[in-house]
T-cell receptor
Framework: GESVGLHLPTLSVQEGDNSIINCAYSNSASDYFIWYKQESGKGPQFIIDIRSNMDKRQGQRVTVLLNKTVKHLSLQIAATQPGDSAVYFCAEIPRGTALIFGKGTTLSVSS | DTGVSQDPRHKITKRGQNVTFRCDPISEHNRLYWYRQTLGQGPEFLTYFQNEAQLEKSRLLSDRFSAERPKGSFSTLEIQRTEQGDSAMYLC???????????FGPGTRLTVL
């Protein structure tokens, strides 16, 4: 699978590979985190969330990992499909206010 | 479809004109948020409401911007005397309470000529 240790603006993978998208968040007081997927011309779509009292959460084909020590969040997508091609954003909520979005990563999946 | 709708989907206007956008959140959601997104960037927070009360405004929300949610249901965002720098996608989101998933609408793309 393809993985990156630091945030990269783009990630290209082959269909069927596992993808890992990384994100650094800024506020140590943040207690809720969300990954969003955004396709061209559409609003962000919820993928998975995690609260600060957890370090891992799994969904369907996706896993989010949270490392509060280094303020790092990652999204793992298993068996990546062409339909997963989109821009992925992590977002944090400090103390119940509005979302703060990280830099997006454009995932391109080729068949 | 998340259940959050926005109208219009696209708006082209001339510099100096006023524009108004509407957002209809998911009906039981008490929180409503406005964000702005420029090309290649993540959404940036503008303002949010809890029911009809506007609780927070970002520094991005200049005096030319005003938002309302008069009955705690739909919301409007008005931009007066538009400038070319206002060209962006304006996104609305709603949530049930604090620290819960925010559902986004499809956005209104504003182009100021």
């Amino acid at each position: 699978g393809e993985s990156v240790g630091l945030h990269l603006p783009t990630l290209s993978v082959q269909e069927g590979d596992n993808s890992i998208i990384n994100c650094a968040y800024s506020n140590s007081a943040s207690d809720y985190f969300i990954w969003y997927k955004q396709e061209s011309g559409k609003g962000p779509q919820f993928i998975i969330d995690i609260r600060s009292n957890m370090d891992k959460r799994q969904g369907q084909r996706v896993t989010v990992l949270l490392n509060k020590t280094v303020k790092h969040l990652s999204l793992q997508i298993a068996a990546t499909q062409p339909g997963d091609s989109a821009v992925y954003f992590c977002a944090e909520i400090p103390r119940g206010t509005a979302l703060i979005f990280g830099k997006g990563t454009t995932l391109s999946v080729s068949s | 479809d998340t259940g959050v709708s926005q109208d219009p989907r696209h708006k082209i206007t001339k510099r100096g004109q006023n524009v108004t956008f509407r957002c209809d959140p998911i009906s039981e959601h008490n929180r409503l948020y406005w964000y702005r997104q420029t090309l290649g960037q993540g959404p940036e927070f503008l303002t949010y409401f809890q029911n009809e009360a506007q609780l927070e405004k970002s520094r991005l929300l200049s005096d030319r911007f005003s938002a309302e949610r008069p009955k705690g249901s739909f919301s409007t965002l008005e931009i007066q005397r538009t400038e070319q720098g206002d060209s962006a996608m304006y996104l609305c989101a709603s949530s049930l309470g604090v620290n819960n998933e925010q559902f986004f609408g499809p956005g209104t793309r504003l182009t100021v000529l």
